[in-house]
């Protein structure tokens, strides 16, 4: 049995590109903003079982476990520049929401001549 051969050029829809662009953008920031923060538990326990004996080393720990609990943090203002900056269909709501403060122009009807108020 054989599958029918399709001649799919995936470069001719319009988005496809910038899709898949924005998607490699989103899963690198998150592995990069993430993984630092799941490794670091490890590694301190591992090569320093006694990282928190003295206060030096315990202040140090601290502020590395600070600074990557930061970067998880930054990786949801990444996310939402990143679907700005790939996002058509994005920026378009987004312009849509934030602007519904303007004053909308009321729809009007044309008369209706069967109906009359004599």
Known sequence: ???????????????????????LLMSSGFCLCTFPAIVYPFIVNAL?????????????AYLVNAFLGMLLFLNYAINFMLYCLGG???????????????????????????????
């Open 88 to 118: 058509t269909k994005f920026r378009l709501a987004l312009k849509e929401m934030l602007c519904c403060c303007k004053e909308k122009k009321p729809h009007t009807q044309a008369p209706n001549p069967t109906l009359s108020t004599e």
């Open 48 to 60: 320093f079982p006694n990282v928190h004996v003295d206060l030096e080393s315990f202040g140090l």
């Open 1 to 23: 049995m054989q599958l029918p051969e399709q001649n799919v050029d995936i470069k001719k829809k319009a988005g496809t590109i910038q899709l898949t662009v924005m998607l």
